[in-house]
């Protein structure tokens, strides 16, 4: 316990999933926060579990997408706490589509979440971290990042360019202290699978069926859980990874293994 202890840490696209996960493991381990995202009654809720952990959590509501919501999440994190240790890039979105298929509208709005949202961040977090001389960036790439699959162009397109660009970065920045990272996983379950037209369905799906599907592919037989994705996080946010920079770091059940 007490990993975190003394840090401060952004955590994006944390109202639910892995970066709530995330965000109240931190939390458990004693770093004081900044989450944002979206939905802004959720992120108010993961906010007061954060600080009923007895840690100090702010949540700013931010869309990504908006150079001015980036600049302003590093901005309350730098006016409540002075300093970044950690960031965590974990928003984004899941798209699906062939070269072929698909349109102008997701192709560009899947890079500028998953992808021009992840630099925009670490933009403004590098030089914070250059002059207090450490830092950790966490990016949240996929298994998606070292292999391909299906009817999944534009995201794995997008999960590809965050894999080079967490090594591009950790090369960039290993002699000033920063060490750049990502956890890339498998098919997680998440509460918004649940949810009506999440992967273009047309109606909600029971969490059975969800796991059911996970059966047929993934050889330990399940999705992940959040929970479990979030100690992967931790590892790479934490000093246990201390001499870890430039890894992708796979958690998805076997999956990349077959």
Known sequence: ??????KTAIITGATSG??????????DEGADLVISGRRAELGRRVETEARARGV??????????????????????LREFGRIDILFNNAGIVTSGTAETTSEEVWRETLEINVTA??????????????QGRGVIV????????VAGKDAFPYIA??????????????????????VNAVCPGDTFVDRWLEKGYFEQSDPVTREEAMKESSAYIPMGRFGQPEEIARAVLFLASDDSSFVTGHLLLVDGGNTAQ
Do not use: Y
């Open 1 to 6: 316990m007490n990993k975190l202890s003394g």
């Open 18 to 27: 892995i970066g709530k996960a995330t965000a109240l493991l931190f939390a």
């Open 56 to 77: 100090r959590c702010a949540f700013v509501e931010a869309d990504h997408t908006r150079a001015e919501d980036c600049q302003r999440v590093v901005d309350v994190a």
């Open 118 to 131: 992840v630099w925009r961040m670490c933009k403004l977090v590098l030089p914070v971290m250059k002059k």
């Open 139 to 146: 990016n949240n790439g996929s298994d998606w990042s070292v």
């Open 158 to 179: 997008s999960k590809g360019a965050v894999g080079m660009m967490t090594k591009a970065m950790a090369l960039d920045f290993a002699r000033d202290g920063i060490r």
